[in-house]
């Protein structure tokens, strides 16, 4: 089980599902001294066990392996269809909207007999007996948190350490009930877990230089979290459209649940402005546009996939992850430095 202060820098690569993630970015991170993740949904139990067994034979620093807890109850049938409809209309390839879980029983197995060091969740927290499962194994238990009350429901299940996300973060927000989603900013966010719970504490949400590292440090947490900085590296697996997007500058993010049906930061683009109403239905909305995504981004229609995106997007480098991790750790250092000499 691993703890935080054991790595030697605190930096944790974001688990970034939907094709970002990759085996090489995950060992890159890792072996620069950061967490490197395993993004284990919309991914098969069977493409996940393969995925593990890929990362250990890179590297055998340790690794967290993330997974999307089951949605609460399902989207209101009637939204999906209404919005089924709207897209039909458009002529647009459409998958079937079905609720699932992503096989996560059989993910959570599977995490029992591989033992990653860290088991990280989003979307929800997990119910105490799957956390005492998972610790019994081996594996430190994460659970990201956006609002103080999700903060302090993770800590009382037994999570070894909470990702606190703040609305500034690319991709979906990892809140437990997207009917009700915080809108808390990183900082903010931080000060009050600090002050609420006991746990060591990962940030996450726009932060793509060392002095932000320097500033979640500073301000009680144990570690950086960061997904868009690492977006544009050769190692991920960035689709081309989304990279042209992230390289471009000078368009803002916003929230959405277009894509997915889940609450989500992309850089906005036409589906996303078009398709403000969509329903809140995770993941049927996600299997609806799966076929319209896949064929957009083979196009390289970079107006009709999601483009994932923290708000400070415009400085994500395009460089080796290992190298952007190093330079992320020594200028939080440098800057962490200067501060004390100056006080
Ligand atoms: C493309 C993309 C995919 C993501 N997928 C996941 C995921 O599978 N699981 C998860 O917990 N967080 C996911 N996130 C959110 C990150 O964990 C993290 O909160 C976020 O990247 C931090 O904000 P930043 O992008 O500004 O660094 C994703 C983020 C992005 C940009």
Redesign the pocket.
Known sequence: MLALDELDVPIVG?????G?ATVELAAAVSEAGGLGSL?G?LRTPEQLEADVAALRARTARPFAV?LFEAQRRPGDPEAVARYAAALAAEGLPLGEPRHDDDRLGEKLALMVELRPPVV?F?FGCPARPTIDRLRAAGCAVWV?ATTPEEAVEAAGAGADALVI?GV?????R?GFDDDAPGDYGLLALLQLVDAAVAVPLVA?????TGRAVAAVLAAGASAA?????L?RTPEAGTSAPHRAALAADGRRTGLTRAFSGRTARGIVNRFQREHADAPSAYPEVHHLTTPLRAAARVAGDAESINL?????YPLAREAPAGEIVRALADEARARLRELAAGA
């Open positions: 974001a688990p970034l599902a939907g970002p993004a949904a993330n990280s989003t990201t996300q500034e973060a690319g991709g979906h990892g996450a949400g726009g932060i793509v979290q960061v997904g868009t900085a977006l994932w995106a923290g708000q400070a």
